[in-house]
């Protein structure tokens, strides 16, 4: 039963990250289309920070937290999680986002063929691998925040882990928003682009996040934790 509380809070979480992230961008498109200025897609940005911070307050003692198919591949491929575990974790986390994303485009269908219901998109005249390069390097920052601060917790305070993997979200987005759209997570993606239609270059926010979050918890267990693996 424990493990049905689970896969709910990871499909509960998903669902709310995709549909207020993605719902800012597609707001704020919205906006614009209406005839007024919007308020820019930096508020989207911030909105995706907080949402990441209420989300991991709200179920990392449920599940963890990990809302994002990256951070449970980390988990499973050191050990931390059993491979029929991580498969439904992984299920209920796209499950959550595609029915966001289906919520997304019931509410706002002028965005569908447009602004794609909030799903990432690279950025003007960028070639997909620098796209992939930067999803790689913000994920592994990302995720590397994730085990030092929610694992770590001698290191840092568990009141403080939730601020610090929001912050860090939030500005690597920032970062990465003009080239790949910032995702970090293949859900935040995979749920507005099934309701969508758009899948062009979709591999990039797949392998970019995943390869990123296998270095940073490979570089975490080597050198930071003091052993190979928490079981």
Same mark, same amino acid.
């Given at each position: 039963?424990?493990?049905?509380?689970?896969?709910?809070?990871?499909?509960?979480? #998903?669902?709310?990250?995709?549909?207020?992230?993605?719902?800012?961008?597609?707001?704020?498109?919205?906006?614009?289309?209406?005839?007024?200025?919007?308020?820019?897609?930096?508020?989207?940005?911030?909105?995706?920070?907080?949402?990441?911070?209420?989300?991991?307050?709200? #179920?990392?003692?449920?599940?963890?937290?990990?809302?994002?198919?990256?951070?449970?591949?980390?988990?499973?491929?050191?050990?931390?999680?059993?491979?029929? $575990?991580?498969? =439904?974790?992984?299920?209920?986390?796209?499950?959550?986002?595609?029915?966001?994303?289906?919520?997304?485009?019931?509410?706002?269908?002028?965005?569908?063929? $447009?602004?794609?219901?909030? $799903?990432?998109?690279?950025?003007?005249?960028?070639?997909?691998?620098?796209?992939?390069?930067?999803?790689?390097?913000? $994920? =592994?920052?990302?995720?590397?925040?994730? =085990?030092?601060?929610?694992?770590?917790?001698?290191? #840092?305070?568990?009141?403080?882990?939730?601020?610090?993997?929001?912050?860090?979200?939030?500005?690597?987005?920032?970062?990465?928003?003009?080239?790949?759209?910032?995702?970090?997570?293949?859900?935040?993606?995979?749920?507005?682009?099934?309701?969508?239609?758009?899948?062009?270059?979709?591999?990039?926010?797949?392998?970019?996040?995943?390869?990123?979050?296998?270095?940073?918890? =490979?570089?975490?267990?080597?050198?930071?934790?003091?052993?190979?693996?928490?079981?």
């Amino acid at each position: 039963m424990n493990n049905y509380k689970k896969y709910i809070a990871e499909f509960l979480g #998903t669902l709310l990250l995709v549909f207020i992230g993605a719902g800012a961008v597609c707001a704020n498109y919205s906006m614009k289309m209406a005839g007024g200025q919007g308020a820019g897609y930096a508020w989207a940005i911030v909105v995706f920070g907080l949402v990441v911070v209420a989300v991991v307050y709200a #179920t990392s003692y449920i599940s963890g937290s990990h809302v994002n198919p990256a951070v449970t591949i980390s988990f499973l491929v050191t050990g931390r999680m059993d491979a029929g $575990t991580a498969a =439904f974790y992984i299920i209920s986390q796209l499950l959550g986002a595609v029915i966001a994303g289906f919520f997304l485009r019931i509410l706002f269908p002028d965005a569908v063929s $447009t602004a794609h219901l909030g $799903t990432c998109a690279l950025g003007k005249d960028v070639e997909f691998w620098k796209a992939l390069l930067i999803e790689a390097v913000m $994920t =592994f920052l990302f995720i590397f925040t994730i =085990f030092a601060a929610a694992l770590g917790s001698r290191r #840092t305070p568990g009141i403080l882990a939730g601020v610090a993997i929001g912050l860090v979200y939030l500005f690597g987005v920032l970062v990465a928003y003009s080239i790949s759209g910032g995702a970090l997570n293949p859900a935040r993606v995979f749920g507005p682009a099934v309701a969508s239609g758009h899948f062009d270059y979709h591999f990039v926010w797949w392998l970019g996040p995943v390869s990123g979050g296998i270095g940073a918890v =490979f570089l975490y267990d080597k050198i930071f934790s003091g052993k190979s693996a928490e079981k």
